[in-house]
């Protein structure tokens, strides 16, 4: 397994490599032209003729995207994010998709696992009063490492992150795990995706992690602009629990600003695939880890209690030989069928022990995390109308329902009357299942046996 970290950069795979580079930087400009709608298609990618049966799988994770901003616009026509809006043409847009989790790690983990964060184990723990991050469980099988078996290369780029990152288990089953601060930037994410494709002639599993929108701009004690994490905005600037009108105006103004950057990465990386001859048939899924909030409830960033501004992400998939092409189903669907939907086009089974179902299949919608006080908090949905999030720690026990209909700012939970609903009890069945190193009885503590063999200080 090929290792590249933080501040190496990625060394050329062939001798030619220079030469295909050059001809990739056509090839990839004149995709670039056709992901836009600007040139004829013929000239511009090589056939499909005699690859593999079994397709590519593409997995772009954009952390923080927010699932409204892709909504504006593809409803006003794709002027600000026009190679998402291009994909979504050529996909199926699932305009109701949830996040398994409020925060990279657990998100993230269920993405490549199938499994809801406790059952993942890569989630916050409470231990001696202080809050830790667990690895992936290590009977987690993972999807680079199913998708390994069927005969695909595998690969991951990140931009240098120190969450999702080979000490948490990310990087199990990938034959590459190239995790680089430089990729930060959209032109050198495409052109570390484009050397490793050049290697390639069969077909590939590749994950994309696109790190530009959780961070803000505060100033610092000396007066300098600092960049943080936007969840410590809430700490940093509104302790009183409430943002104020014009801080939330200037967090949502450089949120907004950094959308172009993500749409242009996005739109190189696609172009490396169209210039490889491997677009129109592979499965290229476009989603979120979480979302972000923006000053509602008095909050910032992620990581947060489950809010429709942290759980509600995009969900574009752009399914082999543009099946389904313009397709956008309302119905609420969760990111863990990710999971399930890429094993399903690779012909592998699916794990018995894992809770994902393809995305097509109707199937539960959950989101379960530790909170930043140690306590256990989920939450689930009935359909399109209703939404329960319910807190769990020692001897505390509450659950609210909200109507997402007439209440979709989550205003005026119903925390005294929900107890006869069929979503409560589905609730408390989805509780009581065992977890792994869980206790089998009763509701699992957020601080209770832990899964993995290591752990770090929780930063998010």
Same mark, same amino acid.
């Given at each position: 397994?090929? %290792?590249?970290? %933080?501040?190496?950069?990625?060394?050329?795979?062939?001798?030619?490599?220079?030469?295909? #580079?050059?001809?990739?930087?056509?090839?990839?400009?004149?995709?670039?032209?056709?992901?836009?709608?600007?040139? @004829?298609?013929?000239?511009?990618?090589?056939?499909?003729g005699g690859r593999e049966t079994v397709p590519?799988?593409?997995?772009?994770?954009?952390?923080?995207?927010?699932?409204? $901003?892709?909504? $504006?616009?593809?409803?006003?026509?794709?002027?600000?994010?026009?190679?998402?809006?291009?994909? @979504?043409?050529?996909?199926?847009?699932?305009?109701?998709?949830?996040? +398994?989790?409020?925060?990279?790690?657990?998100?993230?983990?269920?993405?490549?696992?199938?499994?809801?964060?406790?059952?993942?184990?890569?989630?916050?723990?409470?231990? *001696?009063?202080?809050?830790? =991050?667990?690895?992936?469980?290590?009977?987690?099988?993972?999807?680079?490492?199913?998708?390994?078996?069927?005969?695909?290369?595998?690969?991951?780029?990140?931009?240098? #992150?120190?969450?999702?990152?080979?000490?948490?288990?990310?990087?199990?089953?990938?034959? &590459?795990?190239?995790?680089?601060?430089?990729?930060?930037?959209?032109?050198?994410?495409?052109?570390?995706?484009?050397?490793?494709?050049?290697?390639?002639?069969?077909?590939?599993?590749?994950?994309?992690?696109?790190?530009?929108?959780?961070?803000?701009?505060? +100033?610092?004690?000396?007066?300098?602009?600092?960049?943080?994490?936007?969840? &410590?905005?809430?700490?940093? /600037?509104?302790?009183?629990?409430?943002?104020?009108?014009?801080?939330?105006?200037?967090?949502?103004?450089?949120? &907004?600003?950094?959308?172009?950057? /993500?749409?242009?990465?996005?739109?190189?990386?696609?172009?490396?695939?169209?210039?490889?001859?491997?677009? @129109?048939?592979?499965?290229?899924?476009?989603?979120?880890?979480?979302?972000?909030?923006?000053?509602?409830?008095?909050?910032?960033?992620?990581?947060?209690?489950?809010?429709?501004?942290?759980?509600? =992400?995009?969900?574009? =998939?752009?399914?082999?030989?543009?099946?389904?092409?313009?397709?956008?189903?309302?119905? $609420?669907?969760?990111?863990?069928?990710?999971?399930?939907?890429?094993?399903?086009?690779?012909?592998?089974?699916?794990?018995?022990?894992?809770?994902?179902?393809?995305?097509?299949?109707?199937?539960?919608?959950w989101a379960e995390d530790v909170d930043r006080?140690?306590?256990?908090?989920?939450?689930?949905?009935?359909?399109?109308?209703?939404?329960?999030?319910?807190?769990?720690?020692?001897?505390?026990? /509450?659950?609210?329902?909200?109507?997402?209909?007439?209440?979709?700012?989550?205003? *005026?939970? &119903?925390?005294?009357?929900?107890?006869?609903?069929?979503?409560? $009890? @589905?609730?408390?069945?989805?509780?009581?299942?065992?977890?792994?190193?869980?206790?089998?009885?009763?509701?699992?503590?957020?601080?209770?046996?832990?899964?993995?063999?290591? %752990?770090? %200080?929780?930063?998010?």
């Open positions: 397994m090929r %290792r590249v970290t %933080r501040g190496q950069k990625p060394a050329d795979r062939t001798p030619d490599a220079a030469g295909r #580079r050059s001809a990739r930087r056509w090839a990839r400009a004149c995709a670039v032209l056709l992901l836009a709608g600007l040139a @004829a298609a013929h000239g511009c990618a090589r056939s499909d590519d799988v593409v997995l772009v994770v954009v952390d923080a995207l927010r699932a409204d $901003r892709v909504r $504006r616009a593809i409803e006003s026509g794709g002027a600000a994010l026009p190679h998402l809006v291009r994909l @979504a043409e050529d996909g199926v847009v699932y305009e109701r998709a949830s996040s +398994p989790a409020t925060w990279c790690v657990p998100a993230h983990a269920s993405l490549l696992t199938g499994r809801w964060p406790s059952f993942h184990g890569a989630e916050r723990r409470l231990r *001696n009063g202080e809050l830790v =991050v667990q690895p992936l469980d290590a009977e987690a099988v993972t999807l680079a490492e199913i998708l390994a078996t069927h005969g695909l290369r595998t690969a991951a780029f990140l931009p240098g #992150r120190a969450d999702v990152a080979a000490a948490q288990g990310f990087d199990r089953g990938f034959a &590459d795990f190239v995790n680089d601060p430089a990729l930060a930037v959209p032109s050198h994410m495409a052109d570390a995706v484009a050397h490793w494709l050049d290697a390639q002639s069969g077909p590939v599993f590749l994950f994309v992690s696109l790190d530009t929108l959780r961070e803000a701009s505060v +100033p610092g004690d000396g007066g300098e602009i600092q960049r943080i994490a936007r969840a &410590d905005v809430t700490n940093a /600037v509104g302790r009183s629990g409430v943002l104020s009108p014009e801080k939330r105006d200037e967090i949502v103004t450089e949120y &907004d600003s950094g959308l172009g950057a /993500v749409d242009q990465a996005l739109g190189e990386l696609l172009a490396a695939l169209q210039a490889d001859g491997r677009y @129109a048939g592979a499965l290229i899924v476009v989603t979120a880890d979480h979302g972000e909030l923006l000053g509602e409830h008095g909050l910032a960033g992620s990581g947060w209690p489950p809010f429709e501004g942290t759980l509600n =992400v995009p969900l574009i =998939v752009k399914y082999p030989q543009g099946r389904d092409a313009g397709t956008h189903v309302d119905r $609420r669907v969760s990111t863990l069928g990710v999971f399930a939907t890429a094993v399903e086009a690779a012909g592998a089974r699916l794990p018995a022990d894992v809770q994902a179902r393809p995305l097509d299949d109707h199937h539960p919608v006080r140690g306590q256990r908090v989920r939450a689930g949905y009935d359909g399109l109308s209703k939404k329960i999030i319910r807190v769990t720690s020692g001897d505390v026990d /509450v659950a609210c329902m909200y109507d997402m209909y007439v209440d979709w700012a989550e205003l *005026n939970p &119903d925390c005294g009357s929900s107890d006869h609903e069929p979503l409560s $009890r @589905a609730m408390a069945s989805f509780s009581k299942r065992p977890r792994p190193g869980e206790p089998a009885s009763g509701f699992a503590q957020a601080g209770d046996g832990a899964s993995g063999a290591g %752990r770090r %200080r929780a930063t998010n």
